[in-house]
T-cell receptor
Framework: DTGVSQDPRHKITKRGQNVTFRCDPISEHNRLYWYRQTLGQGPEFLTYFQNEAQLEKSRLLSDRFSAERPKGSFSTLEIQRTEQGDSAMYLC??????????????FGPGTRLTVL | TQLLEQSPQFLSIQEGENLTVYCNSSSVFSSLQWYRQEPGEGPVLLVTVVTGGEVKKLKRLTFQFGDARKDSSLHITAAQPGDTGLYLCAGADNAGNMLTFGGGTRLMVKP
């Protein structure tokens, strides 16, 4: 399978704990995006990387959130001191940075976070 | 801030019926993508429309991009139970840096 993969698929944690999610993009894609989706809503943009550089961050990404893509391949999203409002599906997507599919983003299966 | 509104939010129809889902915005997008999402899974890309007035067909699905690239529609002919899911439209900014999603249309096709 050469699609976007995410790990874990599900995470249940207690309020105040830290959690980290991983995303492996499609291998030839330079761009990697993180989105958050709450129940009954469309995904909301969080941040994106061009190779290892984090180029844009949404206002939704509070100080408790940090994302990295150290070698320009996989990415991690960490949430510190989780709150119940962080419960959501966290989606990762990737896209090539040029060519006819420039704007097409391909999504992974998501990580469902539940904060108790 | 770019916003996309989808309508209807929910749609429940019988197998064999036709339906249209609308995606509207006051903003211009460089391209617009339609996704379908199953419960507990990520969105799956169906189509990308780029040119104003463009029409694309994918079997029983017809996608249209408005002339001004602010709106789009998805028409399904002879819906089948397998079409059940959440349909999302998403507009790309000029740099392709992010997608702005609509709230989705949840479709249920009853056999």
């Amino acid at each position: 399978d050469t699609g976007v993969s995410q790990d874990p698929r599900h995470k249940i944690t207690k309020r105040g704990q830290n959690v980290t999610f991983r995303c492996d993009p499609i291998s030839e894609h330079n761009r990697l995006y993180w989105y958050r989706q709450t129940l009954g809503q469309g995904p909301e943009f969080l941040t994106y990387f061009q190779n290892e550089a984090q180029l844009e961050k949404s206002r939704l990404l509070s100080d408790r959130f940090s994302a990295e893509r150290p070698k320009g391949s996989f990415s991690t999203l960490e949430i510190q001191r989780t709150e119940q409002g962080d419960s959501a599906m966290y989606l990762c997507a990737s896209s090539p940075s040029s060519g006819s599919s420039y704007n097409e983003q391909f999504f992974g299966p998501g990580t469902r976070l539940t904060v108790l | 801030t770019q916003l996309l509104e989808q309508s209807p939010q929910f749609l429940s129809i019988q197998e064999g019926e036709n339906l249209t889902v609308y995606c509207n915005s006051s903003s211009v997008f460089s391209s617009l993508q339609w996704y379908r999402q199953e419960p507990g899974e990520g969105p799956v890309l169906l189509v990308t429309v780029v040119t104003g007035g463009e029409v694309k067909k994918l079997k029983r699905l017809t996608f249209q991009f408005g002339d001004a690239r602010k709106d789009s529609s998805l028409h399904i002919t002879a819906a089948q139970p397998g079409d059940t899911g959440l349909y999302l439209c998403a507009g790309a900014d000029n740099a392709g840096n992010m997608l702005t999603f609509g709230g989705g249309t949840r479709l249920m096709v009853k056999p």
